[in-house]
């Protein structure tokens, strides 16, 4: 799981170590060597957990999809940013923060606990 990109769809694996990662700040937190470049680059996707190459000096719009299970791979990065808010925010959006005033009801008392049995026949 990528800690950089949150939805990230295939893994690549990196031509100088032969090792897997999800993305290249995953390589280079883990690894003491910088990540060659190649022209041909080899990824799995997370969908169909298959592998496939790719020639990146002939990469088209058409190349964006896994050849496999046709998972589209090639999205806008989604990175985790800070987030700064109020808590307990407008209750009429969100009434989980309100206290419940309802009084609970006594569990021992229910029509199966009375006696009726002078009433029965």
């Not at 690549?12 to 090792?19: E, H, M, V």
């Not at 041909?40 to 169909?48: D, H, I, L, P, R």
């Not at 925010?89 to 006696?115: C, F, L, M």
């Amino acid at each position: 799981m990528c800690k950089h990109i949150l939805n990230a769809q295939v893994s690549i694996r990196a031509p100088c170590c032969k090792q897997w990662f999800d993305c290249a700040e995953c390589h280079a937190e883990k690894q003491d060597h910088a990540l060659s470049r190649t022209i041909e680059m080899a990824f799995m996707c997370k969908k169909c957990k298959k592998a496939f190459r790719k020639d990146m000096s002939v990469y088209e719009e058409s190349d964006e999809y896994c050849p496999h299970c046709d998972n589209h791979y090639v999205l806008e990065a989604k990175i985790p940013q800070a987030a700064i808010g109020v808590e307990g925010g407008d209750t009429r959006v969100d009434a989980r923060i309100i206290k419940d005033e309802r009084v609970k009801q006594d569990p021992t008392r229910s029509i199966y606990s009375q006696d009726f049995s002078d009433r029965m026949g």
